[in-house]
């Protein structure tokens, strides 16, 4: 891979890496606790772009309001081989605990609102409106697994009738 080339998706997979392993000595628990911050990252795909599916990097961060409803940034990074797309949105989940997991196994219902920017043949900004459902296994008390799926809701036009309205999401990660 020529870093000259993929700036933005080497700085998205140093972060991940950053983020990941920063982390490795943190003691708090990951169970939804009201007041508390757990974050994640995960890698996918994003389909229905302007050039079709690309790769994804996704990140992003709740803040337990009780240990149903969390609030936070959502961070989803598109790379194709000339297509970088950037969203970014405020997130309101549900999350639930699946019966007879032990409290491992959960699920969580999401929506927000933000904006999306698309380089490609030409740039364009549009808003964008994220729903989706993840669902997230608690390895230990400080690692979860998990995958999540979301459709985004856009109006991108890159042009040359390349524009989209609708990207399905698939990403698989890890929350700390």
């Known amino acids: 891979m020529d ?10 997979i140093l ?3 950053v ?7 943190r003691s ?13 990252g995960s890698l996918g795909f994003i389909s229905n772009t302007t050039d079709g599916t690309v790769f994804a990097f996704n990140l992003n961060f709740d803040r337990f309001l009780n240990e149903q409803i969390s609030l936070g940034p959502l961070v989803q990074l598109g790379f194709s081989g000339d297509l970088t797309q950037t969203g ?3 997130q309101g989940k549900y999350w639930f605990d699946l019966p007879g997991t ?6 969580a219902f999401e929506g927000g609102i933000g904006f999306i920017h698309a380089s490609q043949d ?12 993840s669902l997230y296994y608690w390895t230990t008390d400080s690692l979860s697994l998990g995958a999540t799926f979301l459709l985004n809701f ?12 609708i990207m399905p999401a698939l990403a698989f990660g890890v929350r700390f």
Do not use: Q
């Not at 030409?122 to 459902?133: C, E, K, N, V």
């Not at 856009?154 to 040359?160: H, I, K, N, S, W």
């Open 19 to 25: 983020l990941l392993f920063g982390m490795e000595g």
């Open 154 to 165: 856009t109006d991108l036009d890159v042009g040359f009738g390349n524009d989209t309205n």
């Open 15 to 17: 972060a991940l890496a």
């Open 28 to 40: 708090e628990a990951v169970e939804p606790v009201s007041g508390k911050w757990i974050g994640g």
């Open 3 to 12: 870093i000259k080339g993929r700036p933005t998706m080497f700085v998205a």
């Open 102 to 107: 032990s409290e491992r196994l959960k699920a």
């Open 88 to 90: 970014v949105s405020g």
């Open 122 to 133: 030409r740039d364009d900004t549009s808003f964008l409106i994220p729903i989706g459902a």
